[in-house]
């Protein structure tokens, strides 16, 4: 079964400082990664996602995230951080193959962008 | 702004009550997902529906019952409910490839008393 770590509930960074969320996955063969962002009373929505090729891709709002294999991680990245990008961030895997076309979601880390 | 609509956005009911919360999709999708989210819990998907049928369901109460009319709706009627249902009930939609984002609505803030 897949599975999605995120090591830190809380991230906090100060704006114009980068930032990163950490993201690991456990899926066998290989995999979709995503991540999401959830802002107070809101849905989730959608902020990028590898499929296959470039290792670094990029995605809304200036993130980005960079697939690495070997550690089985998938970190989000911001050059500078903006306190507009406080809000809770969600990592998900689902598997290349296999007939689930669910994601397997992350618990989810609190970024809080300090001015 | 995302196209997907949920109503109502609050609902606060009794263990007795039943009511249904409603998902709409506008964005031409094909499968449809129910997830509930709880405090420091991760997303757990409840259902999901790809080309109106039921294709999972992940060990959900009974007292949780899913309806899909059309590719653009879909319901989630609620009866006899507990306290610990209490949840943020998001809807989803996406195109049925697996490599394709999910697209989700604002959710229903439900409290159960």
């Known amino acids: 079964a897949q599975s999605v770590a995120q090591p830190e509930d809380q991230v906090n960074v100060a704006e114009g400082n980068p930032l990163t969320v950490k993201c690991t996955y456990s899926?066998?063969?290989?995999?979709?990664l995503f991540w999401y962002v959830q802002y107070p009373n809101r849905g989730l929505q959608f902020l990028l996602k590898?499929?296959?090729?470039?290792?670094l891709v990029k995605g809304s709002y200036g993130f980005e995230a960079e697939f690495n294999k070997s550690q089985t991680s998938f970190h989000l990245k911001k050059p500078s951080a903006l306190v507009s990008d406080s809000a809770l961030y969600f990592c998900?895997?689902?598997?290349?193959?296999?007939?689930?076309?669910?994601?397997?979601f992350g618990s989810g880390t609190q970024l809080t962008v300090l001015p | 702004e995302t196209g997907v609509t949920q109503t109502p956005r609050h609902l606060v009911m009794g263990m007795t009550n039943k009511k249904s919360l409603k998902c709409e999709q506008h964005?031409?999708?094909?499968?449809m997902y129910w997830y509930k989210q709880s405090a420091k819990k991760p997303l757990e998907l409840m259902f999901v529906?790809?080309?109106?049928?039921?294709?999972e369901n992940n060990s959900v109460p009974s007292r949780f019952s899913p309806e899909c009319p059309n590719s653009s709706h879909l319901f989630l009627h609620l009866h006899t409910l507990q306290p610990e249902d209490s949840a943020l009930y998001l809807c989803?939609?996406?195109?049925?490839?697996?490599?394709?984002?999910?697209?989700f609505g604002p959710g229903t803030r439900l409290t159960v008393l």
């Open positions: 899926v066998s063969g290989n995999p979709y």
């Open positions: 964005l031409g999708h094909n499968a």
């Open positions: 998900a895997v689902r598997p290349y193959s296999g007939s689930a076309r669910q994601l397997t």
């Open positions: 989803a939609s996406s195109r049925q490839s697996s490599y394709n984002e999910q697209f």
């Open positions: 590898y499929i296959t090729g470039d290792n």
């Open positions: 529906y790809s080309l109106e049928e039921r294709v």
